[in-house]
């Protein structure tokens, strides 16, 4: 017991700043901690804490799982109507799950939010068994996969996450894993956010408190088994930035959650030592190239991450100059059209692919401008050709599938 009375004022000392970092030092003391946060434009890394060391995954396994069914779907292997059946193995996995019978099927668009929502073991184990056969060999397709993402250190040997001593990862691996969902699959990033699900007749409601409780936060996935203790992938976006961060072994989802909004509170303060001066480049709306799209041809892949520009590069961020110059520019534009701005890319490929998946929702014609910013040489993405009230619904059927936009006037 510390005793105030024969310490005296170092005593005091002490304790006062005992109380000022306890959450942190009490989060590395746990032999299972570990954490990290990323800045989710640039992968720089903001905070890191045993980031390497080896942990069990618990249900952040079922974000692989995810990706390889969405993965499945980008390669038109399934769809969102397409029915799973479930095995007599499947349906006996123990809880959580959603109660699934032998002989069952299920649609791959009940099963995401299922393993979001609920976590569900069994609907796991029906993913991977329609896309691997058995659960082994998806084990073995999932850590192929996570090879090929950069995740060295991770291995799994089943898609729920129920317990197995030889399927471990890392925080590093997971912040990975992360970004690589939504920078792969930004048109699905959505699907994280939900917050309750409804499945013959019973609604099931999100363990994410993440979601609800702290700011900016829209996304991703809780996990615990009694030997990882309580993880969470979590990715926020304050401004014009986005954060994604990974807190593992949590030793009660409460404190896990509190060490993760402290993290997240304190990586938001700190400037990205690979920020573009200004963070800018919007306005500009003359087009150098343009293609038109039709919505039903085939959706080339999104490149890799690192060809993104620094930060998604939107008119609401531009410095004070250039908002005046685009809006002095706006003003005498006669004839005016409308549009929805993508974001701007550091090269012209990824920047026309960001837009051919955005036509998945709006239909319009495809514009690659080259800008120069801070010089640097970057190609904005736009759908044009739309009037004011088509652009707006545009852009909000965009964000509500995790892209991020903005409505642009441009000449006619």
């Known amino acids: 017991m510390f005793d105030l009375k024969r310490a005296g004022g170092e005593g005091f000392l002490a304790l ?14 746990n032999s299972r901690h570990a954490s990290i946060v990323i800045d989710a434009a640039t992968g720089e890394v903001l905070h890191e804490s045993q980031a390497d060391a080896s942990r069990y995954p618990a249900s952040l396994t079922k974000m692989m799982t995810l990706y390889m069914l969405f993965d499945a779907m980008e390669q038109r292997k399934l769809t969102l109507d397409s029915r799973m059946r479930v095995s007599d193995r499947a349906a006996s996995m123990p809880q959580t799950n959603i109660r699934l019978r032998s002989g069952d099927t299920i649609s791959v668009r009940e099963a995401i939010p299922a393993l979001i929502v609920r976590s569900a073991n069994d609907v796991a184990a029906v993913v991977a068994e329609a896309l691997g056969g058995t659960e082994a060999n998806f084990g073995r397709m999932m850590t192929d996969k996570a090879r090929k993402l950069g995740m060295h250190s991770s291995t799994f040997r089943n898609a729920s996450g129920l317990p197995n001593d030889e399927q471990k990862t890392t925080a590093r691996d997971m912040v990975t894993l992360s970004r690589r969902l939504m920078k792969d699959f930004p048109q699905h990033y959505h699907y994280f956010s939900t917050q309750s699900f409804r499945y013959k007749g019973i609604t099931y409601n999100s363990h994410n408190r993440m979601v609800r409780n702290t700011q900016g936060v829209d996304g991703l996935k809780t996990g615990y088994i009694r030997t990882s203790g309580f993880n969470v992938a979590t990715s926020a976006r304050r401004g014009n930035r986005r954060v994604i961060g990974v807190v593992m072994g949590g030793q009660t989802a409460a404190a896990r959650d509190q060490h993760m909004a402290q993290l997240l509170d304190r990586s938001f303060t700190r400037v990205p030592a690979t920020q573009l001066a200004s963070n800018t480049g919007h306005a500009d709306a003359m087009p150098a190239v343009a293609m038109k799209v039709s919505t039903l041809a085939p ?18 961020q531009a410095t004070q100059t250039e908002t005046r110059v685009e809006l002095q520019r706006v003003a005498l534009v006669s004839n005016s059209s409308w549009g929805v701005q993508i974001g701007s890319y550091l090269t012209r490929d990824r920047a026309q692919a960001q837009a051919q998946v955005a036509t998945r929702w709006v239909s319009g014609e495809v514009v ?3 800008v120069e910013i801070s010089n640097r040489k970057l190609y904005r993405a736009r759908l044009l050709g739309l009037q004011e009230s088509q652009a ?21």
Request: glycine share 4%.
């Open 392 to 412: 707006r619904t545009a852009c909000q059927n965009l964000s509500r599938q995790g892209i991020e936009c903005v409505v642009v006037r441009t000449h006619g």
């Open 16 to 29: 006062a700043v005992l109380l000022l970092f306890s959450p942190v030092n009490l989060a590395q003391a």
């Open 368 to 370: 690659i401008n080259e």
């Open 299 to 316: 959706v080339p892949k999104p490149a890799p991450l690192l060809e993104k520009a620094p930060t998604p590069v939107m008119m609401q």
